[in-house]
């Protein structure tokens, strides 16, 4: 599975930004595989961000995010979206995509396969 990101960039603390990822592959389907979020800040571990079930039938965020940030997902694109508001300095990070067959995974931020990254910064 390849994972594909985009739409980050700089904003301003109280702003939004729309995350898109385009998923690909010969094993892939939206039908099989749940998707997610995770980022990274600079000198800091992987931190769970939000995932959806395959399909889309549920979501699940981290505390941190929960209220501001919505997961979702076309089906028949392949495409997983995180549209992100009320930005904070402290959501500064590289957001990563993520994909796997077990929606667990995604949670833990152990997942099959995950895209290459797209940075996120939030000026106060």
């Known amino acids: 599975v390849q994972l594909q990101a985009s739409g980050g960039g700089s904003v301003q603390a109280g702003g939004s930004l729309r995350l898109s990822c385009a998923a690909s592959?010969?094993?892939?389907?939206?039908?099989?595989?749940?998707m997610g979020w995770f980022r990274q800040a600079p000198g800091k571990d992987r931190e769970f961000v939000a995932a959806?079930?395959?399909?889309?039938?549920?979501?699940f965020y981290a505390d941190s995010v929960k209220g501001r940030f919505t997961i979702s997902r076309d089906n028949a694109k392949n495409m997983v979206y995180l549209q992100m508001g009320s930005l904070k300095p402290e959501d500064t990070a590289v957001y990563f995509c993520t994909a796997d067959q077990t929606f667990h995974n995604i949670v833990v931020v152990t997942p099959e396969s995950r895209g290459q990254g797209t940075l996120v910064t939030v000026s106060s």
């Open positions: 592959g010969p094993t892939f389907s939206s039908y099989t595989y749940a």
């Open positions: 959806i079930k395959r399909g889309g039938g549920s979501t």
